[in-house]
């Protein structure tokens, strides 16, 4: 089995890191967090000229019709850049609940810029980012409906609001499963990219503090802490793309993609962690001010952690579809 990215995989992952390298997200990020998300709709309409919202949306609906593949390769790379919003529910589960619930009229709106978001209790119980969104939904059981936010509150991250909604509108009975799966490995892909840039950052940093006359990444200690977060990193990416080979059904048994997006979720995970902790043993104190753009990746590697999903209901359910 091959699990190598093609060379247009690569030229998708290139064409979004340019595009968000001019986009200067560290400051696009701060004016969220500040309440102002003007430059951050912004970023999300270069998105979509680029064809990232239209991914998982069929070519009969007005989308590209690419597959989760395709789908993590650009998720990373908006993990990487910190791209606030509702980015797993918009470009990776919506698309999904709408097509399976036959709403191809706001497919449509989606492949075309829109940006949605959704809550799914019991392990997605709040909607992100509702004010900012053009629709939110509801997943209760089997059941799929238009939703209204009845009381927000903060998140870890600053960039990041959580609203308990309720259902208004009742609009179809939908297998959510798959869905959920899309949802939870975006995330774990925006945890990979995420780790990336935490560890290009703390790298940066070795090379540049000096003490003792030294450059702080020339210690063994520090050499080793940086290469156990490229080695967690690296470890992770596979599984990330071998789940979602399996959600494509490009592998032998694609029965078992559940246990494999939840295998990538944790590793994922558990990377990043591993990158934002490295990352300010390296950095010190400076690391955890908002002056300082490590902070914006720590905080939201937090709240990611447990979205869409927590690390303890993820292995919980490889261990129950192994042992079946």
């Known amino acids: 089995m091959r699990f190598l990215l093609e060379e247009e995989h690569h030229d998708l992952a290139a064409s979004i890191d340019s595009m968000l390298a001019k986009s200067e997200l560290p400051a696009v990020i701060r004016a969220w967090n500040s309440g102002d998300v003007e430059p951050g709709r912004a970023v999300w309409a270069k998105l979509a000229e680029t064809g990232v919202n239209a991914l998982l949306v069929t070519e009969d609906d007005g989308g590209i019709g690419a597959g989760a ?118 995330t774990a892909a925006q945890l990979i990219g995420l780790a990336q840039t935490m560890l290009a950052l703390s790298s940066e940093y070795a090379k540049a503090r000096k003490q003792f006359g030294r450059e702080i990444g020339s210690f063994q200690a520090v050499k080793h802490h940086l290469a156990d977060v490229a080695v967690a990193v690296e470890m992770a990416r596979p599984l990330v793309h071998g789940a979602a080979l399996a959600l494509d059904g490009q592998v032998p048994d694609p029965q078992w993609a559940s246990r494999d997006v939840s295998a990538a979720k944790v590793a994922a995970g558990q990377a990043a962690y591993l990158a934002s902790r490295v990352g300010l043993q390296v950095l010190g104190a400076i690391g955890y001010t908002q002056e300082h753009d490590l902070s914006l990746y720590l905080t939201k590697t937090r709240a990611l952690l447990t979205a869409w999903g927590t690390p303890a209901a993820h292995r919980a359910r490889v261990l129950e579809l192994i042992t079946a």
Do not use: K, N
């Not at 919003?85 to 709106?109: F, K």
């Open 69 to 186: 593949v395709e789908m993590v390769v650009a998720v990373e790379q908006l993990g990487r850049h910190g791209v606030p919003g509702p980015v797993a529910e918009t470009i990776a589960a919506a698309p999904i609940l709408l097509r399976d619930a036959g709403r191809t009229d706001q497919l449509g709106a989606m492949a075309e810029g829109e940006v949605v978001t959704l809550a799914m209790p019991p392990h997605v119980p709040y909607a992100v980012d509702t004010a900012f969104a053009s629709h939110t939904y509801l997943v209760e059981g089997a059941a799929l409906s238009a939703a209204v936010a009845t009381d927000s509150r903060a998140s870890v991250d600053l960039a990041r609001t959580l609203s308990v909604v309720r259902a208004g509108d009742h609009l179809a009975d939908v297998d959510t499963g798959r869905a959920f799966d899309h949802g939870a490995l975006a």
